[in-house]
């Protein structure tokens, strides 16, 4: 098994969703593991329930958009082995569709938020002689996806700003690299369904699933496994690079 044992890791949003899963994942691996996450009741329940399993899980509710908030929150990691930056938001609507403020509030948590992040701890890694940084993209970064015009915005710098950081890094011995799944089936998933689709949540959760090749949406463990292998020492000569998990949805259907 991929081994973490010993890294010290910050994994945002990891409260549920992917997030959790990259969390449970990596402590699984031996890693001491620092879930950020702006909700305190799942923060404080998950990381209650992986340290009765007998791994090292701490909570810190932090907000990624406000840099005072994640300056306070890494705080609590002295030496920042691996920073995964996963919280994020997403939005349904075309241009016409999105409002200013909506605009606004994907970029603060989406962009802004990795920005934040990146900040607070890249310093320190450069002291340390090295560290990983991995940044969730989306295929939406590099596809046009119907009525995700301001997610895919966000997803798009965060796949440019994965790049410039891997190329200013490379020579402190930083990889930076980004993960872009498609449809994941994630608490966010169901409740979207709930919202808009009530009564109708088994034909458009079968809708959705078959727009991948693959037949299926993804699973958060699948994404964890991905993350977990870019962020061990096997994953070494890996840096600036995209990582499609995506059933097929890139490659087979352009």
Known sequence: MTSLKGKNSIVTGGASGIGLAIARKFAAAGADVVILDINPDSGKEVASLMSKEGHSVKFVPCNVSDYSSVVSAVAHVSHPDILVNNAGVAHVGNVEQTTAEDLDRLYQINVKGVYHCTKAVIGQMVKQGGGVILNMASVAAVVGIPDRFAYSMTKGAVLSMTLSIARDYIDKKIRCNA????????????????????????????????????????????VAAMALYLCSDEASFLTGCNYSIDGGFIGLKM
């Open 179 to 222: 993960i872009s799944p498609a449809r994941v089936h994630t608490p966010f998933v169901d409740g979207f369904l709930t919202k808009n689709y009530p009564g109708k949540e088994k034909e458009m959760y079968d809708k959705l699933a078959a727009s991948q090749p693959i037949g299926r949406m993804g699973t958060p463990e699948e």
